[in-house]
């Protein structure tokens, strides 16, 4: 059964940091694409990152380019959302989410060619 799990969220003031994880069980995650999305109360899911199979490519939202980096560690099947400074407008539910490659990477953000989703993740930006 392929599944993602997803770690790391938690409450933190504006401008720290937090590092999420999204490990998968059941299959390889490393020949999967691997995006994250943000959703909050009332608004529609957005898209903020994504990384390609090999680790080699990679496409940020305007929103949190420069203060988020994606990556992989091939080591432990998991891929990572390292965030720094952090807004309260990034407060969220953040998912990660999975699909066999290749696919183009600018059309990542749609969430409709992804077909193995995380639990979700809240990332609370508050002082």
């Known amino acids: 059964q392929e599944q993602l799990v997803e770690s790391g969220g938690g409450f933190v003031q504006p401008g720290r940091s937090l590092r999420l994880s999204c490990d998968a069980s059941?299959?390889?995650?490393?020949?999967?694409?691997v995006a994250w999305f943000r959703q909050a109360p009332g608004k529609e899911r957005e898209g903020l990152a994504c990384?390609?199979?090999?680790?080699?490519?990679?496409n940020y939202a305007d929103s949190v380019k420069g203060r988020f980096t994606i990556a992989r560690d091939n080591a432990e099947n998991t891929v990572s959302l390292q965030m720094n400074y952090l807004k309260p407008e990034d407060t969220a539910g953040f998912y990660c989410?999975?699909?066999?490659?290749?696919?183009?990477?600018?059309?990542?953000?749609?969430?409709?060619?992804?077909?193995?989703w995380g639990q979700g993740a809240q990332v609370t930006v508050s002082s």
């Open positions: 990384i390609n199979g090999g680790g080699t490519r990679t």
């Open positions: 059941g299959f390889n995650l490393n020949y999967y694409a």
């Open positions: 989410a999975a699909v066999r490659d290749p696919i183009l990477l600018g059309g990542c953000f749609a969430p409709g060619i992804y077909d193995f």
